[in-house]
C-alpha cells in the first residue's frame, strides 16, 4: 500500500537527498590522497607556529634593544674614564718651555764625579729601635693587604673597573718626566718631558741629535726587561715612563755595531756634539731635578691602601739614576 505523499513529505525527502549528497561528496574528498594531506598540513600550521613561539628564549632581544641590549657604563667607569682623559690621555699643548737637553758620556761623567766626591764615610748604623714593629706598622699592613685577599678593602669583592679607578685616583702628579735614552757608544741623552706628551716626542727628539746615517736606520724605543716596544701614540704616563725612565735605543732593520758607529763624531748630529762639549755648567738650559710629585693622594683617595698604588702601565724596568 502506498503512502500518499503529501508536500511537507516532499519537501523533507528532498532535503534528505541533498543532504546525503553532501555527505557522499565530503566522503570523495577524504578518499582523496592529496585532499587527504591538505586539510592535515594546514591544522597543524597554526600549531606549530604557536610552539615555536612559546618556545622562544626569553630575555633575548635583537639589534633593536630589550633584554638582550648591551647595558650601559656604571658610575665607576665614567669615573675611569674621565680620570683617563685627564691623567693618561696626549695632550698637545703640555710640552715644557725648555726639555733641559743634554748629552753625556757616563764613563767621564763617573771620573768626574769621582774625583768631585771626598772620600767616602762609613754610614752609622741605625739603632735598635728602628726594627720593631711599631703599631702605626701593623696597621699598615692591614689595610694594604699584607694578610691575604686581593691587597686592599678589607677583603672587599672589587670589579675591574673598582680596581682601576683607585690606581688612578692614587697615581702622584708630576711636572714633568725625566727621561734618558742610551745612544749607540755608551752615550746617553737625557730631557725633561711632560708627562701627558706622547712618547713620539721622545723619539723625535733622539733623530735630532743622531747623525744623519743613523736618522735614516728606523729608530724606535724600547724597554727591557721584559723587551717591550714603545708605542708612540701613548703618553708617557700610559706607556709606565713616569716620574723617570731609561730607554734603550734600536733600529729597524738592526744595525751593526760598527755601521752605528763606536765615536761620538759618528753617532751625534754636529747639535749634539755641541751640547757633549759644553759643560754642565755652561748649558743654556738649567738642569732638571729628579721629579718629584705635586700632590700625593690622602689614603682615602688610594681605596684604604697602607701604600699608593703602582702607576697605570707596564714599568720601564729601569729608572734614570
Request: hydrophobic share 40%; proline share 9%; aromatic share 2%.
Amino acid at each position: 500500500m502506498r503512502r500518499k505523499v503529501t508536500p511537507a513529505r516532499s519537501a523533507s525527502l528532498l532535503a534528505c537527498r541533498s543532504c546525503d549528497d553532501e555527505r557522499s561528496d565530503e566522503l570523495r574528498a577524504c578518499t582523496s590522497p592529496a585532499a587527504a594531506i591538505t586539510p592535515r598540513t594546514t591544522a597543524t600550521r597554526p600549531d606549530s607556529a604557536s610552539a615555536s613561539a612559546s618556545a622562544a628564549p626569553i630575555g633575548r632581544a635583537g639589534p633593536s634593544g630589550g633584554a638582550g641590549s648591551s647595558r650601559g657604563r656604571t658610575i665607576t667607569e665614567a669615573q675611569v674614564e674621565a680620570l683617563k682623559r685627564q691623567k693618561l690621555e696626549v695632550r698637545a699643548d703640555v710640552a715644557p718651555a725648555s726639555r733641559a737637553l743634554r748629552i753625556v758620556n757616563p764613563a767621564e761623567e763617573a771620573a768626574a764625579a769621582a774625583l768631585r766626591s771626598a772620600a767616602p764615610t762609613p754610614e752609622e748604623e741605625p739603632a735598635d729601635d728602628f726594627y720593631e714593629v711599631t703599631a702605626d706598622d701593623l696597621r699598615a699592613l692591614a689595610l694594604g693587604g699584607g694578610g691575604g685577599g686581593d691587597g686592599g678593602g678589607g677583603g672587599q669583592l672589587k670589579t675591574r673597573a673598582m680596581r682601576e679607578l683607585e690606581a688612578l685616583q692614587s697615581m702622584p702628579t708630576y711636572g714633568h718626566a725625566l727621561v734618558r735614552v742610551r745612544l749607540p757608544g755608551g752615550l746617553v741623552l737625557q730631557a725633561a718631558f711632560h708627562p701627558q706628551e706622547a712618547v713620539g716626542a721622545v723619539l723625535a727628539e733622539v733623530r735630532g741629535c743622531l747623525s744623519p746615517t743613523l736618522q735614516s736606520a728606523q729608530p724606535y724605543l724600547f724597554v727591557t726587561p721584559p723587551r717591550r716596544v714603545l708605542d708612540v701614540s701613548l703618553s708617557l704616563a700610559a706607556a709606565g715612563l713616569v716620574p723617570a725612565a731609561t730607554l734603550l735605543l734600536g733600529f729597524d732593520p738592526p744595525v751593526s755595531a760598527g755601521a752605528a758607529g763606536s765615536t761620538p763624531s759618528e753617532v751625534l748630529s754636529a747639535r749634539a756634539l755641541a751640547l757633549l762639549a759644553a759643560p754642565p755648567d755652561a748649558a743654556a738650559a738649567p738642569q732638571p731635578s729628579f721629579p718629584s710629585a705635586l700632590n700625593l693622594p690622602s689614603r682615602s683617595a688610594a681605596g684604604g691602601g697602607g701604600a699608593l698604588a703602582p702607576r697605570l702601565g707596564s714599568t720601564s724596568g729601569e729608572a734614570a739614576a
